[in-house]
Structures are given as C-alpha cells and as structure tokens.
C-alpha cells in the first residue's frame, strides 16, 4: 500500500476536520519513506491503518478507552513488526494528525538564537544550551533534532548564569553533577543548586532535596532531604509527591504508610509525573498481594509512555 493511500484509508475513517489535513499528514509520510531506517514505523503505521486504530486512541485519550490493545499487539506480532516500533508508531501517528507537519524552517530560527545568544541575551543563552544538552530543540511546539554538543551546552550555562539566570544556576548544577561538558564536582553542583535555589529555582531546591537524600557534595542526610521534599510539596511540585511518597512507603525518615505512599504516588502520577506512572504501573502489572490488575497496569504504562518514561513503551507493549 502507498503511504498516499494508506494515509487516505486512515483519514476516511475520521471527521471531515481531520480529512483536511490529509496533504500535511501525506508529506510527513513521504518524508518517512525517504529514510530507510523509518522503513519499520511507516510498515508498523499502515498495520495499525489496517486494524482501524480506534479514534480514542488517535486522540491521545485515557488507556481505559483502548480496550484494542491485545489486539493491536496481536495483530502486529502477525505481521511480524517488533511490538515496540509499532507503538512508537502509533504515537508518531498521534503526532502528525494533531500536531503540525508543515515544513519548519528550523536552521534559520536556530541561527537566530545563536545570534542573540553572541550579544549577551542571558535567555537566549540559556535556551540554546539547553538545545546543545539535549540535541534538540522546541520549535512551534514541537521537538526538533540538532547536534548534541554537551562542551558548547555547559559554556552557555555559565555565560548566562555570569548574568544572573536563575535556571542557567542549576542546570550548571547539574552539569558539575553528572560531569556533562566539565570534569564532575559534587560540590560545585551543591553550590550552584543553591545559589539557584536562593533566587526562587523550585527545580534547584529539589536537586538540594536529592543532594542530601544520596549525600551528592554532602553528608547524606535523609531526614533534610525529606523536609525539603515536603516544602515543594506545599508549593505544588509535582516529583515532590512522588518522592514523598517512596519515602513514606519505605518509612525513610518517617513512620512506613503504605496508603498514605499509594495515595501520593496516585497524586503525583494524576499530574503528570512519568515516574509515578511507570511506578503505578508497576504495581498493578506486579501487586504485593492480590491479583493482578492489566487494564490499570497499562492505563498507567501509557500515561508514562506519552511522559517519555524510557521503560514505559517497552511493558506497555508486553502486555
């Protein structure tokens, strides 16, 4: 099947709004087709055409509406489709119906931040090197690939923390943490978390709480780690809820309270914290006591898949 006709077949399914965007969605499967090593994903995409993915789905909707899963993944494995592209796939599909697949021009925007980023633009600076760090770029809301260059990423940090950025702080914080572009210093993460930290960085203050939690440029100190974990949680941090609750559930500096854990960890997965979904899914695919419970295990799985959880994609396709 051509990708033209495969990508027609798919939209006569839907309302006439998603119909129009059919010269869009075409070109993105053009482009897929171009490079062989989409070969898999774009065969993986017309199977998923061919089962009449539901809608609900497409729509990125909760995992208790895609109750075609089984066989999606029955159905894939027969074409002889690794589990994991197909779902990789799908969401890719997800993307490119309600996303938008026009032509960006991303080098000239990319040029443009390095332009600013040259005259001194401490936002600009920062931005970039969060660009270099990762090897990618939000452009129109939408991830876009670049060099990953983790050198030119820490000198940016410190260019826009030299001016004062809050953020360019503790993401120099995290370089001395993890040694990324610079020799690795517990203690100079320490301070730059700080430093961030006393000019409002929530994100800072939670790097502290994981400073004393695994002794990171200080003695450990898990009873400091835990106040400053419930501190964010006050203010509405999300991971907070989720470090609260392994703490709670393992009783580390505090009396062991499984509910009170699973609540939190309910909490936390509820607003978006890919962690606590993978965790969530965890335990119901896998309960201390009781039967297993799938359709929750996979609920949670998608949630934290669509969180770009690492792990995630990989059980949700297992199951």
Excluded at 32 to 39: A, D, F, G, S
Excluded at 268 to 289: N, R, T, V
């Amino acid at each position: 099947m051509k990708p033209s006709r495969a990508i027609e077949y798919i939209l006569s399914e839907y309302d006439h709004k998603i119909f129009n965007e059919y010269r869009k969605v075409e070109a993105l499967f053009m482009d897929l087709c171009i490079e062989p090593k989409y070969t898999q994903e774009v065969n993986a995409l017309l199977v998923a055409a061919k089962m009449r993915v539901p809608n609900e789905l497409l729509k990125k909707s909760e995992v208790d509406e895609l109750r075609e899963l089984a066989l999606i993944k029955k159905m894939i494995e027969d074409y002889g489709i690794k589990s994991e592209l197909a779902f990789e796939a799908i969401f890719t599909w997800s993307d490119a119906i309600y996303g938008d697949t026009t032509h960006k021009k991303l080098g000239s925007t990319l040029q443009d931040l390095k332009k600013h980023a040259a005259k001194g633009d401490m936002n600009k600076q920062f931005e970039l090197g969060k660009a270099y760090l990762k090897g990618s770029i939000l452009f129109e809301g939408t991830e876009e690939s670049i060099e990953k260059d983790e050198a030119k990423a820490f000198e940016l940090f410190m260019l826009a923390a030299k001016t004062d950025h809050v953020e360019a702080k503790n993401y120099l914080g995290y370089c001395y943490d993890q040694g990324i572009g610079v020799t690795k210093d517990s203690k100079k993460a320490k301070d730059f978390y700080q430093q961030s930290a006393k000019q409002g960085s929530l994100n800072a203050l939670y790097n502290i709480a994981n400073c004393y939690e695994y002794g990171i440029g200080v003695a450990q100190n898990e009873s400091k780690a835990f106040e400053h974990y419930k501190k964010l949680y006050k203010k509405g941090y999300v991971e907070a809820a989720y470090k609260l609750a392994w703490f709670y559930e393992n009783g580390i500096s505090i009396d062991e309270d499984k509910k009170h854990a699973l609540d939190l960890y309910r909490e936390a997965g509820e607003k978006g914290s890919s962690q606590a979904q993978y965790y969530l899914g965890q335990c119901y695919q896998h309960p201390s006591h009781g039967e297993p419970n799938i359709e929750e295990a996979k609920r949670w799985y998608y949630l934290a898949a669509k969180n770009h959880h690492p792990k995630a994609k990989l059980h949700l396709s297992q199951l």
